[in-house]
Nanobody
Framework: QLQLVESGGGLVQPGGSLRLSCAAS????????IGWIRQAPVKGREGVSCLGSAGSTNYPESVKGRFTVSRDSAKNIVHLQMNSLRPEDTAVYYC???????????????????????????WGQGTQVTVSS
């Protein structure tokens, strides 16, 4: 059974950076499209990055130019580099893996219409990111 584990969250000041990691056990992440989703207490789920199985990337306007998703195939990890963080980026961040590139790309094309985590093939338990001075 593939399991995803997120790490790298924490407390950071506005303008700071964090790098989140999504590690997998059970199968290689290179075989899947990977998405990052966040959920804040008063907001719904929002897609923040999409990484296709062939390496294409997509981001919603809210994070474009600030967030970068990448694979470390040797370590079977996907990273989300987050720069110029803002208080509104505060949320629990989840990674999901899905065999369908189309399904994952929709996270970024319509970031507010994210499915429940269990609608994707695999998902993690989340890591908290807090941006505050």
């Amino acid at each position: 059974q593939l399991q995803l584990v997120e790490s790298g969250g924490g407390l950071v000041q506005p303008g700071g950076s964090l790098r989140l990691s999504c590690a997998a056990s059970g199968v290689t992440l290179d075989d899947f499209a990977i998405g990052w989703i966040r959920q804040a207490p008063v907001k719904g789920r929002e897609g923040v990055s999409c990484l296709g199985s062939a390496g294409s990337t997509n981001y919603p306007e809210s994070v474009k130019g600030r967030f970068t998703v990448s694979r470390d195939s040797a370590k079977n990890i996907v990273h989300l580099q987050m720069n110029s963080l803002r208080p509104e980026d505060t949320a629990v961040y989840y990674c999901i893996a899905d065999a369908s590139d189309t399904t994952v790309r929709r996270l970024c094309e319509t970031p507010s219409r994210v499915l429940a985590l269990n609608r994707y093939d695999y998902w993690g338990q989340g890591t908290q990111v807090t941006v505050s001075s």
